[in-house]
T-cell receptor, first 109, second 115 residues
Framework: GQNIDQPTEMTATEGAIVQINCTYQ??????LFWYQQHAGEAPTFLSY??LDGLEEKGRFSSFLSRSKGYSYLLLKELQMKDSASYLC??????????WGAGTKLIIKP | DAMVIQNPRYQVTQFGKPVTLSCSQT?????MYWYQQKSSQAPKLLFH???????NEADTPDNFQSRRPNTSFCFLDIRSPGLGDAAMYLC??????????????FGPGTRLTVL
């Protein structure tokens, strides 16, 4: 079957670093996406990984290990506005997105 | 700015009363998607169009229908809304659904309340 697992909720402190993990099992693999979703709003694209390794984009980095079916999103220098849900999604062999339920990140001052 | 627009942002309907949600895009993307998302859950794909080619997910209820009259517009019709259909409905587009690098761009969503 197809499955995406990520923690339901995480808490971190403003200015700190947090790592949100995602593990997946999908039929075929055409890449992994991370989206940010603020409460009551639509998801917005953060990153796409299809090869193993780390992709850095400003304060956000995303890592992929295809052999382990594992990805993480690393957020540095956390700001209050980073409080949101972070959704992991893989693209399967039919180029359809398989979504995780999201990790709600709570930032405390 | 190129974007995905959804109207209305908030829709209230009565149990069993048909409702139509609309989505338009100025990105000129080939693929349009409709998702249903309930609180703290993953978005659930209902349909997608690759140009005019309609693709229905196997577990999408018959109560949900969709139309794409042209590249720019796509509609979601809920023929007889039930209380369980209350959710956020997200429209998304991608340039080409057939390659992995195509990110999906989302509209702001329509929050549907069923009374």
């Amino acid at each position: 079957g197809q499955n995406i697992d990520q923690p339901t909720e995480m808490t971190a402190t403003e200015g700190a670093i947090v790592q949100i993990n995602c593990t997946y099992q999908t039929s075929g693999f055409n890449g992994l996406f991370w989206y940010q979703q603020h409460a009551g709003e639509a998801p917005t694209f953060l990153s796409y990984n299809v090869l193993d390794g780390l992709e850095e984009k400003g304060r956000f980095s995303s890592f992929l290990s295809r052999s382990k079916g594992y990805s993480y999103l690393l957020l540095k220098e956390l700001q209050m506005k980073d409080s949101a849900s972070y959704l992991c999604a893989t693209m399967d062999s039919n180029y359809q997105l398989i979504w995780g339920a999201g990790t709600k990140l709570i930032i405390k001052p | 700015d190129a974007m995905v627009i959804q109207n209305p942002r908030y829709q209230v309907t009565q149990f069993g009363k048909p409702v139509t949600l609309s989505c338009s895009q100025t990105l000129n993307h080939n693929v349009m998607y409709w998702y249903q998302q309930k609180s703290s859950q993953a978005p659930k794909l209902l349909f997608h169009y690759y140009d005019k080619d309609f693709n229905n997910e196997a577990d999408t209820p018959d109560n949900f229908q969709s139309r794409r009259p042209n590249t720019s517009f796509c509609f979601l019709d809920i023929r007889s809304p039930g209380l369980g259909d209350a959710a956020m409905y997200l429209c998304a587009t991608s340039r080409d659904g057939g390659t992995g690098a195509n990110e999906q761009f989302f509209g702001p969503g329509t929050r549907l309340t069923v009374l």
